[in-house]
């Protein structure tokens, strides 16, 4: 690896270790305060860093107790729109998955916590309502330009089949499943394709 990649890679983890301890210092102060309990100015001082830096991270509240939204490289879209990387729609769409699983870091402590503050704030249920239209409008967007008769509902009946997938695998990771997050989608996937087929 280059030293400016290897700078570069550097720069990305201690970006995403920063992004993390805002988001956890957010949920806490929602779990012990409320959302409107605190202020940005008070989750600044809770996770240690400047007003500014934390407004470079996250624009609100509700994106910083949220975390970013996961995000797919465009070269990885682009191979999937093309009809990679392996040319089966589902198995595709599991590459894009482990993708995203990969870019996210989960810990069981903070998914009990932020179930928690879910059912407690309405505000944030809604954002996160919203947040999961765009991902699978994104997703389904993807899907149709690879194969446009699959577009329009088929498309989001598909990506929401894949949500559930994975709503399952969380739920078996929180209930003390400790393997890799994408092993137990694989397992949960193929399981799936079995009822299915």
């Known amino acids: 690896m280059s030293g400016s990649a290897t700078q570069l890679s550097r720069r990305d983890a201690k970006r995403r270790d920063t992004e993390d301890r805002i988001s ?3 949920q806490r102060l929602v779990e012990e305060h409320g959302l409107d309990g605190f202020t940005m100015e008070d989750l ?3 996770s240690d860093v400047s007003r500014r830096t934390l407004f470079n991270y996250f624009p609100s509240k509700l ?3 949220l975390g970013n939204v996961p995000s797919i490289p465009g070269e990885v879209r682009e191979e999937f729109v093309r009809g990679g990387p392996h040319g089966d729609l589902v198995d595709d769409l599991t590459v894009l998955a482990r993708v995203i699983l990969a870019d996210t870091d989960v810990q069981r402590d903070r998914v009990h916590r932020l179930q928690h503050i879910l059912t407690t704030t309405p505000r944030l249920l809604m954002t996160v309502h919203g947040r999961f239209e765009e991902v699978c409008t994104d997703i389904a967007g993807l899907v149709a330009r690879r194969d446009p008769e699959l577009s329009g509902m088929r498309a989001r009946l598909l990506v929401r089949l894949l949500v559930t ?3 399952s ?3 078996a990771y929180v209930a003390g499943d400790d393997r890799p ?3 137990l989608f694989d397992e949960h996937l193929a399981a799936a394709r079995r009822l299915l087929a």
């Open 24 to 26: 956890d210092c957010a």
């Open 169 to 171: 695998v969380m739920a």
């Open 165 to 167: 997938v994975f709503d």
């Open 181 to 183: 997050l994408a092993d």
């Open 44 to 46: 600044a001082a809770a």
């Open 63 to 65: 994106d910083a107790v």
